[in-house]
């Protein structure tokens, strides 16, 4: 999961920097580009790292529920933001997306917590 979370958040990345670049001629983006980078690039990258870096987290029914609740939520969130920016109604896109991103964030938080765990005993063989 956490490999899958890290090169889905590249492209997000790559994409989030072209809308930075378009947002002087399409004035309309300036909502879209800042939660495209924060909710695709850098969260879906820093989970995709926790993941790798805790396997167990990643492999749990929480890490999957995590990955696709995110995924799901980010595209009706801005294309909520995007309607909204050319004087459209937001609804119900982005109050979808963003519940979706929520319960993704939870589920992210409760894994954390449930799944985060240091080997103390392997910590000590490796010193």
């Given at each position: ?81 995007l309607r909204l ?23 992210f938080v409760i894994?954390?917590?449930?799944n985060v765990k ?10």
């Open positions: 999961m956490g490999i899958m979370m890290v090169r889905i958040s590249v492209i997000y990345f790559f994409i989030g920097v072209l809308l930075g670049i378009l947002i002087h001629k399409v004035p309309e983006l300036a909502a879209v580009h800042p939660h495209w980078n924060l909710l695709g690039w850098v969260s879906f990258a820093l989970g995709g790292i926790v993941y790798c870096v805790f396997p167990k987290a990643g492999a749990s029914r929480l890490g999957k529920a995590h990955f696709w609740l995110h995924l799901a939520g980010i595209p009706l969130l801005l294309y909520g933001l920016g050319i004087g459209q109604s937001a609804e119900p896109f982005a109050p979808i997306g963003g519940l979706l991103i929520a319960a993704g964030a939870l589920a894994n954390v917590f449930r240091i080997d103390l005993k392997q910590e000590e063989s490796a010193r």
